[in-house]
């Protein structure tokens, strides 16, 4: 079964870091672009950052350009999320997603999510 | 960056009814478009890629059609389990973005 897995969210004050991990399984981790994608309480979807299969692409949404790093570990089937100098912004259930192309790039499998909440 | 609009914000309908929601692009983005659902306190799932295409395991009751700036989301016939957000999502270019989203209730 195609699955991935999140964990690493929890309770971080303002100006704190934390790291997210996804572990995938039932696929071919290193052939995949694979991404992040939060929501903020009673919001709508937000991408995050996408990495292609050798890391030599990465993309990032503007508001966390500089203090987020996505990373992978193919040997491992992992991806990863380092947040720093979190904000109150930033609170929001984060998403692993892989990205898949067939005309055009679209996710098409989700994690069940992990919270970050960015509070004092 | 790419700006999705989508109408309407929600909608009331019932079981049987045809639907559409409706999703513009602020710039062309050729069928580089994607429909999610979404059920409350869930994970987003992919139904609709490449503006028409039906995801595996999807029911044919959902369709897209579209290209360029404008693009439609249709439920044939609405079943309870499709009362849901949807959100629309171009990957012309990152920054990738998603419209608002939709929320279908009874």
């Known amino acids: 079964e195609v699955q991935l897995v999140e964990s690493g969210g929890g309770l971080v004050r303002p100006g704190g870091s934390l790291r997210l991990s996804c572990a995938a399984s039932g696929f071919t981790f290193s052939n995949y672009w694979m991404g992040w994608v939060r929501q903020g309480p009673g919001k709508g979807l937000e991408w995050v950052a996408n990495i292609k299969p050798d890391e030599t692409e990465k993309y990032y949404v503007e508001s966390v350009r500089g203090r987020f790093t996505i990373s992978r570990d193919n040997a491992k089937d992992s991806l990863s999320l380092e947040m720093n100098s979190l904000r109150s912004e930033d609170t929001a259930v984060y998403y692993c997603?892989?990205?898949?192309?067939?005309?055009?790039?679209?996710?098409?499998?989700w994690g069940k999510g992990t919270t970050v909440t960015v509070s004092s | 960056d790419i700006q999705m609009t989508q109408s309407p914000s929600s909608l009331s309908a019932s079981v049987g009814d045809r639907i559409t929601i409706t999703c513009r692009a602020s710039q062309s983005i050729s069928m580089y478009l994607n429909w999610y659902q979404q059920k409350l306190g869930r994970a987003p799932k992919l139904l609709i890629y490449a503006a028409s295409s039906l995801h595996a395991g999807v029911p044919s009751r959902f369709s897209g059609s579209g290209s360029g700036t404008d693009f439609i989301l249709t439920i044939s016939s609405l079943q309870p389990e499709d009362f849901a957000t949807y959100y629309c999502h171009q990957s012309l270019r990152a920054p990738w973005t998603f419209g608002q989203g939709t929320k279908v209730e009874i």
């Open positions: 997603a892989r990205v898949a192309w067939r005309s055009g790039y679209h996710m098409d499998v």
